[in-house]
């Protein structure tokens, strides 16, 4: 069995009366990219936050290459790396500093930052703006920057909230060829609620819907379960019509 | 893991035109108050061969120097501490902060100390002023030493008060209202107090500085100080603990 990376558990959250997130489960391997898919307001963020750290959990438990977050966040929270909805960047800063500033908060060691630095730069693409003013630079290279902080200490787990939100055609290719790429060495959680961005990246998807898990397997389960639907666009439209029928 | 987040802070305070702003005007408003007070003992000095036992120009000038920086700091920490924490939030900034592993007292602490070294600095400008006083006379330099300690204890309350505000919004003009007002609020709570023992002095930050400025350093002020700045220190680690467990 190849490693597990991340291991949630029953995850839940409220927000005061209201459930954004109810009894979701993840498996995520090495190597591997999982899509979260999903209408607007079906609980993604929240999950995600919750796998990053961010937001504490109602009830469940989240497991990081076997280390508990709830328990050792120190230890945990070193092997993951997050590109929240909306990239936490300093506008005031320059790439290089602010990547070096990523690096040192994720306990990469002083000797080993520049190195660092300059591989997250390479693998997004941003050798060339290095010395530019975050704030100056095009939106897409901003979203390039948010993905190099999240991978800048080579971490196991990547989670990337809505990575090609507002970005050209051209970037969102970009951008899917380099999530394809983290896969590779990473394992990648990232949440959509663009269809085929999830079939040409995914290897696996999760779909929720309401604040819960309405289908988790591959592309091949999908069609063999809803056989009738000839692509994916009316599969996720029939999960999602079931789910709120239920509900 | 403090360092660098405090340096951050101090990085980003100076890339915007407002700490340089900042210090200029403070300087200017000090220089032009130190130089009437040099003026004035000047004028008064010779009738001072007639007392037995005359203030000194320590006393005369040194000591309400300070008194005015303290009065100037009190104006200028909300304009420093307002972003530390609010705009991070309005940005939402803080992800990169929550995600990775590092303690939030440990957040906390590297802002708190980023803002003191950038008070250190206008201290140390204060400082520097009255040592210019050697050029021809010589100072009292046990006076000067309980003042900086007496400023410098004042800065740190204020600092850890106007981050504490910080944390309580996602709007950095509220915080520097609210902390503006919370400033004056304690910096006069005493002026309404007819008896010498009303507990009303011992909350007033400004009857705490008072024997700093005349030179005394009493470890019950002296306390009172460092109580004031662990206590909202607390606070604001506090405060953005919760915001991880209720969102």
């Known amino acids: 069995m190849p490693d597990i990376t991340l291991n949630a558990r029953a995850l839940s959250r409220n927000f005061g009366l209201r459930t954004a997130v109810r009894d979701v489960g993840f498996e995520l391997r090495q190597g591997e990219v999982l899509g979260l898919l999903g209408p607007n307001g079906a609980g993604k963020t929240t999950t995600l936050q919750m796998l990053a750290g961010c937001l504490a959990p109602t009830a469940g438990t989240i497991e990081i290459c076997g280390i508990d977050l709830l328990e050792q966040p120190r230890q945990a929270k070193a092997l993951l790396g997050y590109l929240p909805e909306t990239p936490p960047l300093y506008r005031e800063l320059t790439v290089d500093e602010y990547l070096r500033l990523a690096a040192r908060l994720r306990r990469v060691a002083k000797p080993a930052v520049a190195e660092a630095v300059e591989s997250a730069k390479r693998r997004c693409g941003l050798a060339e703006v290095g010395k530019r003013l975050i704030g100056n630079l095009s939106k897409g290279f901003q979203q390039r920057v948010g993905i190099a902080q999240a991978i800048v200490h080579n971490p196991r787990v990547v989670i990337l909230d809505e990575p090609t939100v507002g970005l050209d055609p051209i970037q969102i290719r970009e951008i899917r060829s380099l999530v394809r790429e983290l896969g590779r060495e990473h394992s990648v959680i990232l949440s959509t609620h663009i269809l085929p961005e ?47 029928e239920s509900a | 893991m403090i360092f660098t987040i405090a340096a951050k802070e101090l990085k980003t305070l100076f890339s915007s035109p407002l700490a340089w702003i900042i210090l200029a005007v403070l300087e200017f408003i000090l220089a032009y108050f130190f130089l009437s007070q040099v003026d004035a003992f000047l004028a008064v000095q010779s009738q001072f061969t007639a007392f037995a036992n005359p203030p000194g120009l320590t006393e005369l000038v040194v000591a309400p120097l300070f008194g005015n920086a303290a009065m100037v700091l009190l104006m200028a920490v909300p304009l420093l501490s307002m972003r530390l924490i609010a705009e991070e939030r309005r940005n939402q900034t803080l992800a990169l902060f929550l995600s990775a592993p590092i303690t939030v007292t440990e957040i906390v602490l590297g802002k708190f100390l980023g803002l003191m070294a950038f008070l250190g600095l206008i201290v140390g400008l204060v400082v520097a002023m009255s040592l210019s006083l050697y050029a021809g006379a010589a100072i009292d330099l046990g006076l000067l030493a309980g003042n900086v300690l007496g400023l410098a204890l004042l800065a740190a309350s204020f600092a850890a008060l106007g981050l504490f505000i910080s944390s309580l919004t996602a709007h950095p003009i509220a915080a520097a209202v609210g902390s503006l007002g919370a400033f004056l609020g304690l910096w006069i709570v005493n002026l309404s107090a007819r008896e010498p023992d009303s507990w009303l002095h011992t909350l007033s930050l400004l009857k705490h500085f008072e024997s700093f400025n005349r030179g005394v350093i009493n470890t019950a002020d002296a306390a009172y100080f460092l109580l004031f700045t662990l206590l909202f220190l607390v606070l604001a680690v506090r405060r953005l603990d919760n915001q991880r467990l209720r969102g």
Do not use: N, Y
């Not at chain 1, 998807?205 to 379960?225: A, C, N, P, T, Y």
């Open chain 1, 198 to 244: 999830v079939e040409s990246v995914c290897d696996r998807i999760q779909i929720m819907h309401l604040g819960q898990l309405v289908f988790s397997g591959d592309w091949e389960e999908l069609k063999q379960r809803h056989p009738a639907q000839s692509s994916l666009e009316e599969a996720f439209i029939q999960l999602t019509r079931q789910q709120e």
